[in-house]
């Protein structure tokens, strides 16, 4: 079986598949005493409505073979519960099996990915863990493209 190996998540290690939303990569308006304001840290341009989903993953087995990409939209995944999951990725283009990763992205953290950035539904080695995911409204009408490893990959910690 071939394995990923889990990244740490940092800003430059995730610019092949999109931006990383947190308080330390960005600079903040200061309200002292009342709030810290971070405008447009990922912005959704070239849609016209927008759709937040929850989604709630539970512990299973850290093997992964099919992926999915949206070539119209980004797509952001937001922890609910400050609960860490781990997302299997690879980069924008073609579906390319040897350029697989995955990204463990913690409860406090949250993550944009790039159009065509290929993903499948995040693993969690807590409790149950429950995130948004928000993309272009339409998306699962009209923009959910699939691909699959030639086997089965275990993720590596």
């Given amino acids: 079986m071939q394995k990923i190996?889990?990244?740490?998540?940092?800003?430059?290690?995730f610019v092949?598949?999109?931006?990383v939303l947190a308080t330390e990569v960005s600079?903040?308006?200061?309200?002292p005493g009342v709030s810290d304001w971070y405008g447009n840290v990922a912005v959704m341009e070239g849609i016209d409505s927008a759709a937040f989903n929850l989604m709630t993953v539970y512990p299973r087995e850290a093997v992964c073979r099919k992926f999915e990409c949206h070539l119209k939209t980004k797509e952001a995944v937001i922890p609910m519960d400050g609960k860490g999951i781990i997302i299997p990725l690879a980069p924008p283009g073609e579906f390319d099996a040897s350029r697989v990763t995955a990204f463990?992205?913690?409860?406090?953290?949250?993550?944009?990915f790039h159009p065509g950035t290929w993903h499948?539904?995040?693993?969690?080695?807590?409790?149950?863990?429950?995130?948004?995911?928000?993309?272009?409204?339409?998306?699962?009408?009209?923009?959910?493209?699939?691909?699959?490893?030639?086997?089965?990959?275990?993720?590596?910690?």
Avoid: C, M
Wanted: hydrophobic content about 35%; charged content about 25%.
């Fill in 27 to 31: 600079k903040a308006e200061r309200n």
């Fill in 120 to 157: 499948f539904a995040p693993y969690t080695y807590e409790d149950a863990a429950t995130f948004i995911t928000a993309y272009r409204s339409r998306t699962p009408e009209d923009d959910v493209y699939f691909a699959q490893l030639p086997e089965d990959a275990g993720l590596e910690l």
């Fill in 5 to 13: 190996k889990v990244q740490v998540l940092t800003e430059e290690a």
């Fill in 104 to 112: 463990y992205v913690p409860g406090n953290k949250a993550v944009v």
């Fill in 16 to 19: 092949p598949y999109g931006t």
